[in-house]
């Protein structure tokens, strides 16, 4: 079910939250095989009880929901990000985000899980969706269907039913691309809109947390009380007007190459994925445009974004040993230990190594006063500004892209969106629709989502 008939059997008394509750966690212990749950939430059901017997505390009142094994709980559950170093990490405290599920009256049944550390410990052939911890996530699809990462086993407990909502986190796609590959919605919020305190970062200027759904509408609470704001959304999408880029522009025409090969090659193939689903992309953009929507044609965006890796590299070791510091309670509490941990249990830690976490440590100070840091954070400010201005430019609200150009959406921190295209089916991993919003046009995003899904009647 969705989250507004949920709601409506809990209020009309048609069920109640414990068995609400009850009926997910067994969903979860039947689909254990898909390793998208890392930790089952050991108070769940006393929180539930808890909830029934209250007044109706906000709008996720006895709403399950999964959040991803990075994000800080002060509970009985571990915060590990995947990672067996910090499998005893029980956190000392709930980050923000949580706070706020808590006092929305959401259920938090468990943590999913991901590819450990985020997807920032190795560049060796970690698949999407593996942590030490917690194992290889199964796509819903089948073995043989990457799930993407890192967000995976967020995006692949929504697409088999094991919550109604779940939490992801982005850095670089994080959210938008194991959504995609899942068949569900994924938001990436723009940055600042959700806090990312007591999340175990990689960037704390690029990280976000995210809303994972089936609908529209769950993206829409879940991201409202994420956020702590109250969205307008529009009535329609008549007279909005959409930018279609249909192929990314070369690296050189953006200034140069990514100091990331492996990101090269994925952005190569993602070339090519749009190329063969252009047929569907085209079908969006009829759909939209019976909606009164108005298409403009666009030329690809120049826009340098290779210092989206150098800025990631300079803040990993800062950021994360910052957080590790106020909110984990385990003996790995820096990046120096957790790296220690890891080459004294080589054998259940290190099966794709841990060469970024390395490299981090021994050529980044800690402190960001590399002048290396200082200009990438110069040019993320000045991507962020010219993609603004090539909003206005264009006099275009949004941006369809036939290529899934995450890497453009994280490093000027503006929101983005996929949508599953009903029409694709067939297709594993499926191609979704992806969108680039203005910043804090999340409403405007969430629109559009609904009206591809057909939520707007």
Known sequence: MNVAEILKELKTKEKSIVQLTTSY??????????????????DALAIAQR??????????????????DNISTGDQMKTSTGSLALADNVAKFDAPIIKRLREAGAVIIGKTNLTEFSNFMTDAGMPNGYSSRGGQTISTFGMDVDTSGSSSGSAVAIAAGLAPLSVGTETCGSIICPAQNADILGLKPTIGAVPNEGII???HTLDTAGPMAKTAEGLKILFEVMADQNLE??????????????KLASKESQGGSSSNENLEESIKSLALEGEKH????????DKLTESGVNVVELEPHSIDTSSLYPLIFHEFKYAINHCLEKYANTEQ???SKIIAYNESHSDATLRYGQNLLIDVEEKTKGDLSESEYQDALLKQKEASAILNDFFKRNKVDVLFSFVLDVELAAFTGNPSLTVPIK?????????????IGQPNDEALLIKIAEQLAGEDN
């Open 278 to 285: 252009s047929a569907y992309y085209e079908a969006v953009i």
């Open 233 to 246: 959304i529009p009535e329609s999408l008549k007279g909005i007007t959409i930018g279609v880029i249909r």
């Open 423 to 435: 029409e694709a089916t067939g297709i594993y991993p499926p191609p979704g629709a992806f969108f």
């Open 51 to 68: 909830l029934d017997r209250m007044v109706v505390k906000g709008p996720l009142h006895g709403i399950p929901v999964l959040v991803k």
């Open 201 to 203: 970062p990689i960037s």
């Open 333 to 335: 509490n820096t990046l």
């Open 25 to 42: 966690l067994a969903a979860i212990q039947e689909n254990q095989e898909l390793n998208a749950v890392i930790e089952i939430n050991p």
